[in-house]
């Protein structure tokens, strides 16, 4: 069986943005309100200097975790060695965690005290 419309629909009525719009009953209908919302917080990963860990080995854990290339990583552990702290890498909270974790877990292991932290981007 083929069925057809007699008529073709008709759209429903559209109101004015930012202005409610009335129905038949008399009640009153409020337009929906697209929420805007923020990107995630992103978090640093900072490596800390200490007198122990051979500044090779951290050039190796920035080449290793962040890839960053040996020139990168090499000016990144003389930004630690000289300020007592460097950025390695800007990630989401959860992602910087991870980071921090492998690097802490790759010093213990080779029997460095080297300290990496995440801290929230201002």
Not at 49 to 60: Q, R
Not at 61 to 69: G, P, S
Not at 114 to 121: A, F, G, N
């Amino acid at each position: 069986m083929i069925f057809m419309a007699s008529q073709t629909p008709t759209p429903p009525p559209v109101a004015p943005k930012g202005k409610p719009m009335e129905d038949d009953g008399g009640s009153v209908v409020a337009e929906k309100q697209l929420q805007k919302t923020k990107p995630p917080q992103m978090y640093q990963v900072v490596m800390l200097n200490d007198d122990y860990t051979p500044m090779e080995f951290v050039v190796v854990v920035i080449q290793e975790f962040f890839n960053k290339d040996k020139e990168t990583a090499t000016q990144i552990m003389l930004k630690i060695h000289l300020d007592g702290k460097g950025v390695c890498g800007v990630y989401s909270k959860d992602v910087a965690a991870t980071k921090v974790h492998q690097v802490q877990d790759a010093a213990r292991q080779a029997g460095h005290p080297l300290q990496c932290l995440s801290e929230p981007v201002e």
